[in-house]
């Protein structure tokens, strides 16, 4: 038995030496073994050298060159390239996976078929203080919906997960990732094995540490992108895949609504500000559980990161439906660029 594990990188040099010696420092199945795919996306900061280096210590492991250098490209150059393994792995370069990751999700899916992947837990470590704000307020339902496999304790099924394993047989059963989508290429390839009848399972009991770097900027452009992307996924499934992802366009619809309110009624802007006021009290609410358990995080950087979320998935959901709904379009090249 082998399992392929697949880690899409560009100029990762400061990351993924570690990456690579927490999987072969992974427990393993009876009889099994590991090939290690990098599929590097012409990274120019040394990773490549690195790389070279590492292949002298660890044999099964091989680079890959991505032309295109975006992730769906490199996901499915990985498996292209383990084809003839059992379980392919994908794992981010800035990710380290416990010793039984890769064990308990072969045993996972070998005890119950009828679970087609199954993933782990994040842990996050933070390189800087907005990184670690960020992933505090992301890490709450309020944050990031409920159901959100980043919110969970419990091991359950679920839409889907971040690091996940597959058997070989689910690419062959429904297809390779979709290498139209810049963003949100996994939330449709999981909502492919949904379809198909499959299922899909977070496994508490492993985890992986996930170095967070943070900065608003990147924050808001890239849950823009979300937000763009899962309306060009819906249009491709002619269906909404999660109930929650309408949550922040209708949102930040109302917001926009609020703010001209006044011009229309200010009797109709009293009433009609109600919903934006509990927003704001929830807002607290989560902000001030976050402090206390972190003295050293401010309240205010919280509570901005929650709009920011927000507002940011919304309006690019917004943008999605003018653009592939209403106009038609095709993706635009600037939402091609990745944000991080």
Request: proline content about 3%.
């Amino acid at each position: 038995m082998k399992i392929a594990v697949i880690i899409p990188c560009r100029n990762e040099v400061n990351s993924i030496a570690e990456c690579i010696h927490a999987i072969y420092n992974s427990e393993l199945p009876n009889d099994c073994s590991v090939d290690l795919f990098v599929v590097d996306g012409k990274s120019n900061d040394g990773t490549i050298a690195l790389l070279e280096d590492l292949k002298k210590t660890y044999l099964s492991l091989k680079i890959v060159v991505n032309e295109k250098q975006l992730t769906p490209f490199a996901f499915n150059l990985g498996i292209i390239a383990g084809k003839g393994c059992d379980y392919f792995q994908i794992i981010g370069a800035r990710q380290l996976i416990s010793t039984n990751y890769l064990k308990v999700a072969v045993g996972t899916l070998q005890k119950n078929n009828a679970i087609w992947c199954v993933g782990g837990a994040v842990e996050n470590v933070y390189l800087n203080n907005e990184g670690k704000i960020i992933a505090n307020a992301m890490a709450t339902s309020f944050g990031m919906g409920l159901g959100n496999f980043r919110t969970l304790d419990k091991s359950d099924y679920v839409d889907t997960v971040g690091t996940p394993m597959y058997p070989a047989w689910v690419f062959q059963k429904i297809g390779y990732f979709d290498e139209e989508l810049v963003r949100n290429q996994d939330d449709d390839f999981n909502y492919r094995v949904l379809q198909a009848e499959g299922k899909i399972f977070f496994n508490a009991d492993i985890s992986l540490k996930y170095y967070v770097r943070g900065d608003y900027k990147g924050l808001w452009m890239q849950f823009y992108q979300y937000g763009y992307w899962k309306v060009y996924v819906n249009k491709k499934h002619k269906a909404v895949t999660t109930i929650r992802q309408l949550v922040p366009p209708m949102f930040t619809l109302y917001m926009l609504i609020l703010i001209a309110s006044p011009f229309i009624s200010f009797d109709f802007f009293k009433i009609f500000s109600i919903p934006f006021i509990l927003y704001l009290l929830i807002s607290i609410y989560f902000s001030l559980k976050i402090t206390k358990e972190d003295s050293e995080i401010r309240f205010i950087k919280v509570f901005q990161t929650f709009p920011i979320l927000h507002v940011s998935y919304g309006l690019g959901y917004l943008k999605g439906i003018l653009h592939f709904i209403l106009l038609r379009k095709k993706p635009s090249d600037k939402q091609k660029r990745l944000s991080r």
